[in-house]
């Protein structure tokens, strides 16, 4: 429970919240392990609960049939899976799939809409957290409509490295497994276009990778790119 609380208390929203406050959630939730092959919720599952990445990643996933798929976002440790604001017992709009093995924590909608009701400091905050993630959701479909592929896939490697990033000797290691195809779909492009896309950024030693990892030698060129 130590770990969990701590982990909390350096977590926005969460951070604004009282000891007693973290330990109520912290008695309450619980922690899921995740392997690659199962999927942390579906698309019309029930919505009772919010969840914390604790260690791993979770891509939400919205699934066209016949039309494709796309990655809504990736989710790294310390980050809560924004699906929506304030799902309160309805159904799942996507899915959230694991990278890799993934711990996550549970927190139940019911303990949630008690502290909304009883701290309207930390209401307040959570909506401030909503309206980022909105502002973040409205820049990312913007660079898909107005950005050519390499700037978008730049920009989607610079995320990861700030969520999994670990340094390495040749520079910024994503250290989750990353496939052509997972960020085909974080970026809208197709998989041959993305293929090609990070070809030409290690032609430019923008990025360097081997069959399991992706590494950025230099962030700062990176960012340039993006730009």
């Not at 029930?46 to 990736?74: F, M, Q, T, W």
């Not at 290690?202 to 990025?207: D, G, N, P």
Request: proline share 3%.
């Amino acid at each position: 429970m130590k770990e969990i609380l701590e982990q909390l208390s350096d977590t926005f929203p969460f951070s604004v919240l009282s000891k007693r406050e973290l330990e109520i959630i912290a008695e309450d939730a619980g922690e899921l392990d995740l392997s690659n092959s199962e999927s942390l919720f579906q698309v019309g599952s029930p919505s009772d609960a919010y969840y914390l990445v604790l260690s791993g990643g979770l891509k939400l996933i919205r699934n066209n049939p016949g039309k494709g798929r796309l990655i809504l976002e990736i989710f790294g440790p310390g980050e809560l899976v924004v699906e929506d604001g304030f799902s309160r017992n309805t159904s799942h709009s996507s899915e959230a799939a694991p990278i890799g093995a993934v711990k996550v924590l549970k927190i139940s909608h019911k303990v949630m809409n008690k502290i909304f009701d009883s701290n309207s400091k930390f209401l307040l905050s959570w909506m401030e957290m909503i309206a980022k993630w909105l502002d973040y959701y409205q820049g990312r479909l913007a660079s898909m409509v107005f950005l050519d592929v390499e700037k978008r896939l730049a920009g989607a490697l610079l995320s990861l490295c700030r969520k999994f990033g670990k340094k390495d000797q040749k520079g910024t290691m994503i250290a989750v497994k990353v496939t052509h195809q997972d960020l085909s779909e974080y970026i809208a492009a197709s998989r041959e276009t993305v293929s090609l896309a990070l070809g030409d950024l290690k032609k430019k030693k923008l990025l360097q990778s081997n069959m399991r990892w992706l590494v950025i030698p230099d962030l700062k060129a990176l960012r340039k790119r993006a730009e």
